[in-house]
């Protein structure tokens, strides 16, 4: 621990100016609550070499350093903007200040906020990059830019490096096109590889949390993994390989140019789960009109039954269940096009509609050559996509799931971009599969309602593996991809399919709260809801599929999560337990309006893992109450205000 600056009170514009012993040192940056600190730092004395920045986490008057050292450099086809660095000033701190909302997610109202300094170099060919940094009081980001120049250049390296110290633990997930492996947790840096966004960290003192990702991805530039296989302790940001999908793997960029954010959210763990910092920072929606953008819970047939779209009789009887429930959506998945026994996607789409119900439907998206899945080739131009989307409008769609990207070049990021700005022209939501994890999009974009990029329910289709794997990684999701932006985990099963779950029906409930995704596809058959008692199941008609607050209340990865969600006045609550011990947790409801008595709905484990027990009771801010999880279990709870 190093012993807190004693000019700490000062405002952070000042302090980021004053002289410190450190010749080295050329600027810092300090969040508005003075918690998340940035410096800007060099290996040499002197304004001219290579540059990083140090990271630090400052609680309880006591500042801790964090991540000791990110590098910083590119290198561009023409020249290198990395070793021979000279610095030339940084700017007066700035304060970004920006109030906006959000049709879906963990939060409708959201607060941009943040110090930034501009830190200005020039290589030994005189030409300028720019590094801007920003402190958040729930993380920090910078970013490159080329303020300067005309031209088209390919970024031929990035050079940041996360410099993480060993003992710090953390939760990885093996980099794979389709980001849906599992997270392992480790306690040091002996393992080298590639590894996917985003990627969790515990600093050995138990301090501070942060995890490290990207944002405000555009056209301009490739999605990016982290590698540590040439310095294991040092995580490099990494561009795509040449075999990675089609395209060219190196990004051609266009002067001047600015390139995505990089991110660290820091702070506690309840820092990490509310944060929005990934939307933050991402640009503006480019909608004028959002009034048809719903959020809303989907019936699903692919989970009970791969091949359910072919059959006419699946898909009717997945519509009633959504009109049953009164879920808005169902979704016809892969197949449709090849839809017999009784009808057509046509006669389909008749009577989805017909029962009140809007249906949704499934695209590949052509660009993975093992994957020949059709429709194959309906979204692949922007000529077949407008013929497409107009055919779908004409006959009561409301949005698409397109599948099977698994490349993360720029080209394939540019495709992304054409689906979302295509589909809008037709007032379509999207829903992209076998894809990247969310970089900000749902905010320029907000009808892209959901990525998969997470292993979800489907992989109890995939191979045994889940069966044992699932208890433990659903609560590591709540605190890693999830963080991130909306995830299609497919949630809430109570049959099993061709894998059996060890979960409890308790949990399984819970994950329709924990779990984030503006389309909240319910992927068990029909009769796994009908069947329910009438709490559970009247639960799952209410549960809604966006947020105007969030609250993680307890937990940690692996071991158990308990979170806290509103929608207008209405509060619900869920707990799983990932151990395969039973646990009797204290429910609080701290998170409460003051003076104001609530309704509750708690529906916990029963006496095995297929059975619940419901309990009904008044609660106010001060309350508590024992709740029982199975081991593998959890409960869920609604809270309505009894002014209401």
Same mark, same amino acid.
């Given at each position: 621990m190093l012993k807190p600056?004693?000019?700490?009170?000062?405002?952070?514009?000042?302090?980021?100016?004053?002289?410190?012993?450190?010749? *080295?040192?050329?600027?810092?940056?300090?969040?508005?609550?003075?918690? $998340?600190?940035?410096?800007?730092?060099?290996?040499?004395?002197?304004?001219?070499?290579?540059?990083?920045?140090?990271? $630090?986490?400052?609680?309880?008057?006591?500042?801790?350093?964090?991540?000791?050292?990110?590098?910083?450099?590119?290198?561009?086809?023409?020249?290198?903007?990395?070793?021979?660095?000279?610095?030339?000033?940084? *700017?007066?701190?700035?304060?970004?200040?920006?109030q906006y909302t959000s049709i879906h997610g963990k939060r409708s109202e959201r607060s941009n906020v943040a110090n930034e300094v501009v830190m200005e170099f020039e290589n030994s060919e005189r030409s300028r990059m720019n590094v801007v940094v920003r402190a958040y009081n729930d993380g920090i980001v910078f970013r490159y830019e080329f303020p300067r120049g005309s031209g088209t250049y390919t970024i031929e390296d990035e050079l940041t490096s996360y410099h993480i110290p060993d003992s710090t633990t953390r939760w990885l997930q093996d980099f794979d096109l389709s980001n849906e492996h599992l997270y392992a947790k480790m306690k040091d840096a002996q393992t080298g590889g590639d590894w996917g966004y985003p990627a969790l960290f515990n600093t050995p003192d138990n301090s501070c949390w942060y995890l490290i990702h990207e944002a405000g991805l555009d056209r301009t530039y490739c999605a990016t993994k982290l590698n540590n296989a040439d310095n294991v302790p040092a995580y490099k940001v990494t561009l795509p390989y040449p075999h990675e999908g089609k395209g060219e793997a190196l990004p051609t960029i266009n002067l001047p140019w600015k390139s995505p954010w990089r991110v660290v959210i820091m702070g506690e763990l309840?820092?990490?789960?509310?944060?929005?910092?990934?939307?933050?920072?991402?640009?503006?929606?480019?909608?004028? $009109?959002?009034?048809?953008?719903?959020?809303?819970?989907?019936?699903w047939n692919y989970w009970s039954d791969n091949h359910g779209t072919r059959c006419f009789q699946t898909v009717a009887a997945f519509t009633d269940l959504a009109a049953a429930m009164g879920w808005p959506y169902t979704l016809f998945d892969w197949e449709w096009d090849v839809m017999s026994n009784g009808g057509n996607v046509e006669d389909a789409a008749r009577y989805a509609l017909s029962k009140g119900v809007k249906p949704f439907i499934w695209y590949n998206s052509g660009m993975f050559q093992w994957i020949t899945a059709t429709p194959i080739d309906r979204m692949k131009t922007h000529e077949n996509r407008m013929e497409e989307f107009a055919w779908l409008k004409s006959l009561g769609f409301v949005g698409v799931k397109v599948d099977f990207f698994l490349s993360e070049k720029q080209f394939m990021i540019e495709y992304y971009l054409d689906i979302l700005e295509d589909a809008a022209k037709f007032e379509m939501m999207v829903n992209f599969h076998g894809s990247v994890v969310p970089r900000g999009w749902a905010r320029t974009y907000p009808h892209l309602m959901t990525l998969e990029g997470v292993r979800g329910a489907e992989w109890y289709n995939n191979g045994p593996e889940f069966?044992?794997?699932?208890?433990?990684?659903?609560?590591?999701?709540?605190?890693?991809?999830?963080?991130?932006?909306?995830?299609?985990?497919?949630?809430?099963?109570?049959?099993?399919?061709?894998?059996?779950?060890?979960?409890?029906?308790?949990?399984?409930?819970?994950?329709?709260?924990?779990?984030?995704?503006?389309?909240?596809?319910?992927?068990?058959?029909?009769?796994?809801?009908? $069947?329910?008692?009438?709490?559970?199941?009247?639960?799952?008609?209410?549960?809604?599929?966006?947020?105007?607050?969030?609250?993680?209340?307890?937990?940690?990865?692996?071991?158990?999560?308990?979170?806290?969600?509103?929608?207008d006045k209405l509060w619900y609550v869920g707990g799983i337990n990932s151990e395969n011990v039973e646990k009797n947790y204290t429910l609080s409801f701290n998170f409460l309006d003051d003076g104001v008595d609530y309704r509750i709905v708690l529906i916990s484990d029963g006496n095995h893992d297929k059975d619940f027990s419901t309990y009904y009771s008044v609660v106010n801010k001060s309350s508590t109450i024992d709740v029982k999880m199975l081991r593998r279990g959890g409960f869920a709870a609604k809270l309505q205000p009894m002014d209401n």
């Open positions: 600056n004693l000019f700490r009170g000062v405002i952070p514009f000042v302090f980021a100016f004053l002289a410190f012993p450190l010749m *080295s040192q050329k600027a810092v940056v300090l969040s508005p609550n003075s918690k $998340n600190e940035v410096m800007l730092l060099s290996q040499q004395d002197g304004n001219t070499g290579s540059w990083y920045l140090q990271v $630090n986490y400052i609680s309880d008057d006591e500042k801790s350093e964090v991540i000791p050292r990110i590098d910083l450099g590119l290198i561009r086809n023409d020249q290198s903007f990395s070793d021979n660095l000279r610095f030339l000033k940084a *700017s007066r701190p700035k304060r970004v200040v920006e309840s820092d990490i789960v509310e944060s929005t910092l990934v939307d933050d920072v991402s640009k503006p929606s480019v909608l004028e $009109n959002t009034d048809w953008i719903k959020p809303g819970l989907v019936s069966t044992t794997t699932a208890p433990e990684h659903n609560s590591v999701m709540a605190f890693t991809r999830n963080v991130v932006g909306s995830m299609d985990y497919t949630p809430v099963t109570f049959t099993n399919s061709q894998y059996p779950s060890l979960t409890s029906y308790g949990h399984e409930l819970a994950l329709s709260v924990l779990y984030e995704s503006a389309l909240q596809h319910m992927a068990d058959r029909p009769e796994g809801y009908y $069947n329910l008692p009438d709490a559970p199941k009247s639960f799952l008609k209410d549960v809604p599929a966006a947020w105007d607050d969030t609250k993680l209340l307890d937990g940690y990865p692996g071991r158990d999560v308990v979170m806290a969600r509103r929608n």
